[in-house]
């Protein structure tokens, strides 16, 4: 299994963001943690090292509960493209849309178990018996009972879920149900995802926090988002060579590279110029977060007023990047179909992004610049246990459009913080309010500006440690 290493990071300069009261109970909370754990190792058991939310929650919770001086470790599955294949399935089927439609019968009882035996034995010469394992998602589920065995305390956080169960979620959770059980505590995102089954023990509901000093999410200027933009290909103009440089999370310093090493416009004449307002949705390549209903929505909206001058931009990870999401190649195909198939004057206003994966946080930097620069971030979404881009967005004081579902209804009130799309599917509504920040400067500076109150509110480092300190303090005790 691949080790992840995470720098810590103290209170330090997030200090001066919160008010004192936060201030104290954070360093409570640290000290807490300190004296519960003394010398035992929390150990986080995952999918991928990058892309994608868990990736994306575990750096910002690791760096803080390392810098609050527990030892937290981080280790990534090693497991082959068709138990991935498998556990997708899973991943869309608890979410109660049935993915790729395959089995979960003997032979996946099978592979699934074959792979984790092999990580497992690797956990367990890591693995001491006083340690806590935290597992995630539906990936590393069957390792609960192996570690169990050990000693250790498991833990299994579940990413994901459905306010409704229905038939689809209801077979994948027959399927790891009996795997899973055995762990000795359970997280989820929201109450409604927590099965029954799981309500006879410990139960916490933990969502997710974004890191405001990361590089994904650190200030940056109108000048430094341009530059960024602009060295990268995504904004016309600008210095292909302008040497920027960043920090990246383990200390080093990197160069951006030049928008021909950095993947960058798939399809279409030419970046849109800096001055073009534009609609961003960052997301992995997945059906679920429907890019490809994005540009029709778009495509309705400048057919129902043309909306003068504004683009869009559909910006993922390069496909090779995730490791444990193999739809991504189909689903970026599936994308450029859907470009081609626009009108030729909708056409050349959408653009498709893939950014590399190999720097993180080059990554990071730019998906940082592009959502600074969005004029509205959308996540139309099919699912979504919880959005991340929607809290990096609101961060960003940006209005975010978004579908009310799942996490989304929690991160956003709709009118105030945000606006919510109350079907998805409706590409008519999609367009109506997509218009309304875009045609309304004082109203979209509002939503921002509630975005960043409600962030700087519920969804920092400082609130989801405690939260994980109270849980693993209640299991150690
Ligand atoms: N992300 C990224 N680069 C990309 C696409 C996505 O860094 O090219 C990040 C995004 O900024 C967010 C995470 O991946 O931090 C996606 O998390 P979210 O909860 O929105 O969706 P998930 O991928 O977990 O379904």
Redesign the pocket.
Same mark, same amino acid.
């Given at each position: 299994m691949e080790e992840v290493h995470v720098r810590p990071v103290g209170l330090g300069p997030l200090e001066t963001m919160l008010p004192t009261p936060r201030v104290e109970r954070f360093l409570a909370a640290a000290k807490r943690a300190r004296a519960v754990f003394g010398d035992r190792t929390v150990w986080h058991v995952n999918a991928t090292a990058h *892309?994608?939310?868990?990736a =994306?929650l575990l750096q910002t919770l690791l760096a803080y509960a390392n810098g609050a001086g527990v030892e937290n470790r981080w280790l990534v599955l090693d497991a082959e493209p068709r138990f991935f294949a498998l556990t997708k399935r899973l991943h869309n089927m608890l979410h109660g849309e049935p993915g790729d439609g395959g089995p979960l019968g003997d032979d996946e009882h099978a592979l699934y178990e074959d792979v984790l035996r092999t990580n497992l034995a690797d956990l367990a010469g890591r693995v001491s018996a006083r340690d806590i394992v935290v597992l995630h998602d539906p990936q590393t589920a069957g390792l609960a009972a192996g570690l169990r065995a050990t000693g250790a305390l498991v833990v299994w956080r579940c990413?994901v879920g459905r306010d409704h169960p229905n038939a689809v979620s209801e077979a994948a959770w027959a399927f790891l149900r009996g795997y899973v059980e055995q762990a000795h505590a359970f997280v989820f995102t929201r109450n409604a995802y927590v099965p029954d089954w799981a309500r006879t023990g410990l139960v916490a509901i933990i969502p997710p926090s974004i890191d405001p000093l990361s590089v994904?999410n650190m200030p940056l200027s109108p000048g430094q988002v341009h530059a960024v933009l602009a060295q990268v290909g995504l904004v016309s103009g600008g210095d292909p060579d302008g040497g920027i440089s960043f920090v990246r999370r383990d200390g080093t310093t990197g160069a951006l590279r030049p928008h021909w090493r950095t993947g960058g416009l798939l399809v279409d004449d030419g970046p849109p110029p800096p001055s073009a307002p534009l609609v961003v949705q960052?997301?992995?390549w997945?059906r679920l977060k429907d890019m490809a209903g994005v540009m029709e929505g778009f495509a309705r909206a400048v057919d129902d007023d043309g909306l003068d001058g504004v683009e869009l931009m559909l910006?993922?990870?390069e496909v090779s990047g995730v490791a444990d999401d193999p739809e991504g190649a189909e689903v970026l195909g599936e994308c450029r179909e859907a470009w081609r198939r626009l009108p030729p004057v909708v056409r050349r206003r959408v653009h498709l992004v893939t950014?590399p994966m190999d720097d993180p946080d080059e990554?990071?930097l730019v998906?940082n610049a592009l959502q600074r620069h969005a004029a509205v971030v959308v996540q139309k979404s099919l699912v979504e246990g919880? *959005?991340?881009?929607v809290t =990096?967005a609101m961060w960003k004081a940006r209005p975010v459009v978004a579908s009310r579902l799942g996490g989304i209804q929690d991160q956003i009130t709709d009118g105030r913080d945000g606006l919510l799309l109350q079907d998805p599917q409706d590409l008519d509504d999609f367009a109506t309010v997509l218009r309304r920040p875009l045609a309304d400067a004082g109203l979209a500076a509002r939503l921002g500006a509630a975005a960043h109150a409600r962030v700087l509110g519920e969804y920092l480092g400082d609130r989801h440690l405690e939260q994980y300190v109270d849980l693993l303090a209640a299991l150690a005790s």
């Open positions: *892309g994608g939310g868990v =994306e990413h994904k960052v997301s992995r997945d910006a993922g990870p950014v990554n990071a998906v919880f *959005g991340l881009t =990096e």
